[in-house]
């Protein structure tokens, strides 16, 4: 009676194991799903960050001509004289900005009056 006892109890244990089994590979394969998704959204927001960065880039870079208005990042040129730039007028001011632009501007206005590019 008690191998039969013995018996009953290792099936059990047996079916027991596999039911384990099965959710360790249940909960492994939900975690690799888990873990595409994330990696596919963190290459989606790379790649968004990238074309952000270009476009950006684009507009920094820009090729600027009189009469355009300008209000984009740069540094106020107080050498003018050092640089070979003629003297700026009244309200005006020489600028340099993040592609090597050269640009008079109208203070007042952000209206470009000259640009060189140096």
Request: hydrophobic share 25%.
């Given at each position: 009676?008690?191998?039969?006892?013995?018996?009953?109890?290792?099936?059990?244990?047996q079916?027991?194991?596999?039911?384990?089994?099965?959710?360790?590979?249940?909960?492994?394969?939900?975690?690799?799903?888990?873990?595409e998704?994330?990696?596919?959204?963190?290459?989606?927001?790379?790649?968004?960050?990238?074309?952000?960065?270009?476009?950006?880039?684009?507009?920094?870079?820009?090729?600027?001509?009189?009469?355009?208005?300008?209000?984009?990042?740069?540094?106020?040129?107080?050498?003018?004289?050092?640089?070979?730039?003629?003297?700026?007028?009244?309200?005006?001011?020489?600028?340099?900005?993040?592609?090597?632009?050269?640009?008079?501007?109208?203070?007042?206005?952000?209206?470009?009056?000259?640009?060189?590019?140096?």
């Amino acid at each position: 009676m008690r191998s039969n006892a013995s018996a009953a109890q290792w099936e059990r244990d047996q079916e027991w194991q596999r039911q384990q089994q099965e959710e360790l590979r249940r909960r492994a394969e939900q975690q690799r799903l888990r873990d595409e998704a994330w990696q596919r959204k963190q290459e989606a927001e790379l790649r968004h960050r990238a074309g952000q960065q270009h476009k950006t880039g684009a507009r920094q870079h820009r090729h600027w001509e009189r009469g355009q208005r300008y209000n984009g990042h740069h540094s106020q040129v107080r050498d003018w004289h050092q640089s070979q730039l003629r003297q700026p007028g009244r309200g005006q001011r020489w600028v340099h900005d993040d592609s090597g632009q050269y640009l008079l501007l109208e203070t007042a206005t952000g209206l470009i009056l000259d640009a060189i590019l140096r």
